[in-house]
């Protein structure tokens, strides 16, 4: 189990890197919001799954001692429906990251293209 959460923080972590480009430069506005939007739902979806198991493990131990999950939760469309469904949207939003990232090298800045003289930043004798 800690194994689990140990990749959901990875994912939490690494759509908060994404959330990094918040104030970037994109091509056009929609762009810019999709961006935005997937950056948020890449770092909400694998939170949402670590709130919804530490939800059930409070309401499975102290609530009911350790017979709630048993008797409901395992195997119950609830669970199913989050887990998968978030699994998918992460899936989603990660595949329109990489894309857009592709996308954007089509309208970079003219200063992207200049001729980086990498002897002046090597230092010689």
Same mark, same amino acid.
């Given at each position: 189990?800690?194994? #689990?959460? %140990?990749?959901?923080?990875?994912?939490? %972590?690494?759509?908060? %890197?994404? +959330?990094?480009?918040?104030?970037?430069?994109?091509?056009?506005?929609?762009?810019?919001?999709?961006?935005?939007?997937?950056?948020?739902?890449?770092?909400?979806?694998?939170?949402?799954? +670590?709130?919804?198991?530490?939800?059930?493990?409070?309401?499975?131990?102290?609530?009911?001692?350790?017979?709630?999950?048993?008797?409901?939760?395992?195997?119950?469309?609830? #669970?199913?429906?989050?887990?998968?469904?978030?699994?998918?949207?992460?899936?989603?939003?990660? +595949? #329109?990251? %990489?894309?857009e990232a592709f996308l954007a090298l089509r309208s970079l800045p003219p200063s992207a293209l200049e001729t980086v003289q990498w002897s002046?930043?090597?230092?010689?004798?």
């Amino acid at each position: 189990m800690k194994r #689990y959460f %140990v990749f959901l923080l990875g994912g939490i %972590v690494l759509g908060m %890197v994404h +959330c990094f480009a918040w104030g970037s430069q994109f091509p056009t506005t929609l762009e810019r919001t999709l961006w935005r939007h997937s950056a948020l739902a890449l770092a909400a979806s694998p939170a949402l799954v +670590c709130l919804w198991f530490i939800l059930g493990y409070i309401i499975d131990h102290i609530l009911f001692l350790g017979t709630f999950l048993e008797e409901r939760m395992v195997g119950s469309n609830t #669970y199913e429906v989050l887990t998968f469904g978030t699994a998918g949207l992460y899936i989603e939003v990660r +595949c #329109y990251l %990489v894309i857009e990232a592709f996308l954007a090298l089509r309208s970079l800045p003219p200063s992207a293209l200049e001729t980086v003289q990498w002897s002046n930043f090597i230092p010689h004798i």
